[in-house]
């Protein structure tokens, strides 16, 4: 077994009698407490504050997600009209379209109702060959971060 010889030096350590010592074991001071304090509301505060930013960032997601989905909607609403020019029938035009606000389904239980509105643009391209560009705007509003649109296209040929 090995063993390492310790050397004390008089007066390297403090004694129970010594200034030093009782103020080195004195307890907590008040500015400690309070700098403490201090930096756990701030630890809890910022984890709090990404909480809620992460909570409205999801909400914000759901109402695009919907509103998205209200312009597919519109759009598929425009690609089953009949579009046929050369047998006569044509029924993609803008009047067949009106503009239509709906509620967005966010699928929350919250109770929030908000409101977008579809806008149907249907230009003509070309008329030989026959092509159509279909524009679907949906409108929608989020609370603190203003109005927002989401928009979908497509081109539409005859008989498609």
Known sequence: MLTIPIRLVEGALPTVASHEYKRR??????????ISI??????????MTVYTQTAV??????HSLAAQMMAVSGLEQARAAKYDPQGGTDELVATN???RVDKLDTGTSLGVCTYATNTITISTIST????KMVTV???WSFPRKGLFTNSVYTYRAANQ
């Open 25 to 34: 074991c004195a307890g907590v001071t008040l500015v400690e407490v309070v």
């Open 38 to 47: 201090v930096i756990v509301a701030m630890s809890i505060g910022g984890i």
């Open 57 to 62: 960032n999801a909400e914000w997601s759901a």
């Open 97 to 99: 379209f009106p503009v």
């Open 128 to 131: 030989n060959p026959a092509l």
């Open 137 to 139: 705007d949906c409108t």
